[in-house]
């Protein structure tokens, strides 16, 4: 009881309204396990295969920010400046754009970018508030004005869809503008609800993969986006929600004490990075593990695994990227390849060969990879 009143009391103060349409819908609340596990997704995933991404003088990888994976090609942002078309199976690099300015096709600032898989195109949205569209060869074809800031974009069937307009401090997490790229028209779905919190942490408010998934700041439920709205299907009970008025505040004031504060008590102030294969909802917190939600059981897992097999990847290795191919992805960087050349064990044989032939060295461009879920018949 004590904890509902501890979520109910921090749902409050993230909002500016009692009056939120999209967390009025009804969701299932679910128990987090008081004790991690380190075994639940090696008996639920096997390894698919990995990326190596080719490394180049003019092609060096600095900060991954967003990866969508379609069929033979993966789209990967780096930094905020270049945006690279990567052959799935060989890691070639197959375009680039990282045109700098303020001209047509040119941009300051990448904020994220989406796939158009109907159409093959490349869309990037910059920080002159425009979508911007390219081909698969990296010619830009047009542009469109959005006009205003947002966090994070996706491409669904057609449609290109806007999360969490940004104003300062403040966002507005429960709203999603929404653009047709065929009719070129424009509508808005949500809540324009307020919420003044403006700490992020590693991964991603919004992932694209079975279905749209996002998650707010503050807020401990799990939304999804169908039949056009905006609902929350799942609620976690989280007895390390201990935000107060006090603490949300000093995430503006005094960042450096909020996460001294965070980091002292453990506590979870975020979800997010929430990827949907068929059997699971995989997603972090802002602290350490991995949760596993079981659709068919409708249960809550915490993983805190160790792959001690493969290279040491570990829950914090876990990078969501876009695209329904029923994976999980890790990302590793080079260094850690190179100095644990023996841990490949858990590689199948064909894959420790090929592993063993690429000669990565380690300032090499990071390398992806994927589990997938396993056959259940197995």
């Given at each position: 009881?004590?904890?509902?009143?501890?979520?109910?009391?921090?749902?409050?103060?993230?909002?500016?309204?009692?009056?939120?349409?999209?967390?009025?819908?009804?969701?299932?609340?679910?128990?987090?396990?008081?004790?991690?596990?380190?075994?639940?997704?090696?008996?639920?995933?096997?390894?698919?295969?990995?990326?190596?991404?080719?490394?180049?003088?003019?092609?060096?990888?600095?900060?991954?920010?967003?990866?969508?994976?379609?069929?033979?090609?993966?789209?990967?942002?780096?930094?905020?400046?270049?945006?690279?078309?990567?052959?799935?199976?060989?890691g070639?690099?197959?375009?680039?754009?990282?045109?700098?300015?303020?001209?047509?096709?040119?941009?300051?600032?990448?904020?994220?970018?989406?796939?158009?898989?109907?159409?093959g195109?490349?869309?990037?949205?910059?920080?002159?508030?425009?979508?911007?569209?390219?081909?698969?060869?990296?010619?830009?074809?047009?542009?469109?004005?959005?006009?205003?800031?947002?966090e994070?974009?996706?491409c669904?069937r057609?449609?290109?869809?806007?999360?969490?307009?940004l104003?300062?401090?403040?966002?507005?997490p429960?709203?999603?503008?929404?653009?047709?790229?065929?009719?070129?028209?424009?509508?808005?779905?949500?809540?324009?609800?307020?919420?003044?919190?403006?700490?992020?942490?590693?991964?991603?408010?919004?992932?694209?993969?079975?279905?749209?998934w996002?998650?707010?700041?503050?807020?401990?439920?799990?939304?999804?986006?169908?039949d056009?709205?905006?609902?929350?299907?799942?609620?976690?009970d989280?007895?390390?929600?201990?935000?107060?008025d006090?603490?949300i505040?000093?995430?503006?004031?005094?960042?450096?004490?909020?996460?001294?504060?965070?980091?002292?008590?453990?506590?979870?102030y975020?979800?997010n990075?929430?990827?949907?294969?068929?059997?699971?909802?995989?997603?972090h917190?802002?602290?350490?593990?991995?949760?596993?939600?079981?659709k068919?059981?409708?249960?809550?897992?915490?993983?805190?695994?160790?792959?001690?097999?493969?290279?040491?990847?570990?829950?914090?290795?876990?990078?969501?990227?876009?695209?329904?191919?029923?994976?999980?992805?890790?990302?590793?960087?080079?260094?850690?390849?190179?100095?644990h050349?023996?841990?490949?064990?858990?590689?199948?044989?064909?894959?420790?060969?090929?592993?063993?032939a690429?000669?990565?060295?380690?300032?090499?461009?990071?390398?992806?990879?994927?589990?997938k879920?396993?056959?259940?018949?197995?």
């Open positions: 009881m004590l904890k509902n009143i501890v979520l109910l009391s921090i749902l409050m103060l993230s909002s500016c309204s009692t009056d939120r349409k999209v967390s009025d819908k009804v969701s299932i609340m679910l128990d987090v396990p008081v004790s991690p596990i380190k075994t639940y997704f090696k008996e639920h995933f096997d390894f698919e295969s990995f990326i190596a991404i080719e490394t180049t003088d003019s092609f060096l990888v600095s900060d991954i920010k967003k990866i969508v994976r379609s069929d033979d090609n993966i789209l990967l942002l780096s930094g905020n400046r270049s945006v690279f078309l990567i052959d799935a199976h060989s070639k690099l197959k375009v680039c754009i990282d045109k700098c300015g303020n001209g047509p096709g040119e941009s300051k600032r990448i904020i994220d970018i989406a796939f158009n898989e109907e159409l195109q490349i869309l990037l949205y910059n920080d002159f508030y425009k979508l911007l569209v390219f081909d698969l060869k990296g010619d830009f074809l047009s542009e469109v004005k959005v006009g205003e800031m947002y994070n974009v996706t669904r057609g449609e290109v869809l806007f999360y969490n307009k104003n300062g401090y403040s966002c507005y429960y709203m999603l503008k929404i653009y047709n790229l065929k009719n070129k028209t424009w509508r808005t779905v949500g809540d324009d609800i307020k919420i003044d919190f403006p700490i992020r942490s590693r991964g991603l408010q919004m992932v694209n993969s079975k279905r749209v996002f998650n707010a700041p503050l807020d401990y439920k799990l939304y999804c986006f169908e056009d709205t905006p609902a929350a299907h799942y609620q976690l989280i007895s390390m929600a201990k935000l107060s006090d603490l505040k000093k995430s503006i004031s005094d960042p450096q004490t909020f996460f001294n504060e965070v980091s002292m008590g453990k506590i979870v975020s979800l990075s929430l990827r949907e294969t068929e059997n699971f909802l995989i997603f917190s802002n602290q350490t593990g991995l949760f596993l939600f079981d068919k059981e409708n249960k809550l897992y915490v993983d805190e695994f160790l792959m001690d097999d493969i290279f040491y990847i570990n829950s914090g290795d876990y990078y969501p990227h876009e695209g329904d191919d029923n994976s999980v992805m890790f990302l590793l960087t080079a260094d850690r390849w190179i100095n050349p023996e841990l490949m064990s858990g590689l199948p044989t064909e894959w420790r060969n090929k592993a063993n690429l000669n990565i060295k380690e300032d090499d461009n990071p390398i992806l990879f994927f589990f879920e396993k056959n259940k018949l197995e």
